[in-house]
């Protein structure tokens, strides 16, 4: 069976890293992070709390962080889940198809996806380039409306359901197209025409 093309082989390799890293985002964000790090990712402020939360009191014995620190304490967990799970996929997957990505390529993918990942899931970037172009009133507008047991309607800004959300989602699968392109260039750079 003839070799590939360098062109070919680019393409194939772009196509099955996008659809590996714009499919596996939903199950990380969906699935594979727990809630306790959605409440918290997007916390920050000078206040004192205990590794579980809950308020503390600054002569606590127990330790203490700010909200901001668990707030980063809590994307950094799920950016850690979300970046093994795109690694493990993305390695089974190329290999399963009889490709090897270069290890180093592989690292750079996955580290413009986590380092993204990380400041937009904050969420203080994603509500500052939205105010940029104008998507804070969709933001505003397209929340999603809660009803608690006890029958009382509440609406949330970033939840499911949510134009946040939505920004959100598209930002990282916008980005995981570069992430894709990088990994895909770094692989293939050097090799020879086949």
């Known amino acids: 069976m003839p070799r590939l093309s360098r062109t070919t082989e680019r393409l ?14 939903p199950l990380c964000d969906q699935w594979v992070q727990g809630p306790k790090t959605v409440m918290r990712k997007r916390l920050y402020g000078e206040d004192l709390v205990h ?8 002569d606590s014995a127990r330790p203490t962080m700010t909200t901001s620190a668990i707030g980063r304490r809590a994307v950094a967990c799920h950016v850690a889940s979300y970046t093994a799970v795109q690694l493990g996929a993305t390695v089974a997957i190329t290999r399963a198809f009889g490709y090897r990505v270069k290890p180093a390529a592989l690292l750079a993918g ?30 505003e507008h397209c929340q999603a409306v809660r009803l608690n047991d006890e029958g009382k309607v509440s609406k949330e800004l970033t939840g499911p359901g949510s134009a946040w959300m939505e920004l959100d989602a598209a930002l990282h699968r916008a980005i ?15 090799r020879a025409r086949r």
């Open 12 to 25: 194939a390799l772009f196509g099955t890293l996008l659809a590996t890293f714009g499919e596996l985002h």
């Open 51 to 58: 590794a579980d939360g809950s308020p503390a009191d600054p």
């Open 110 to 139: 996955a580290a413009v996806n986590a380092g993204t990942h990380a400041v937009i899931d904050r969420g203080a970037l994603l509500l500052w380039l939205a105010k940029k172009i104008g998507k804070d009133g969709y933001i």
């Open 176 to 190: 995981g197209v570069g992430a894709a392109a990088v990994t895909t260039w770094l692989t293939t750079r050097n």
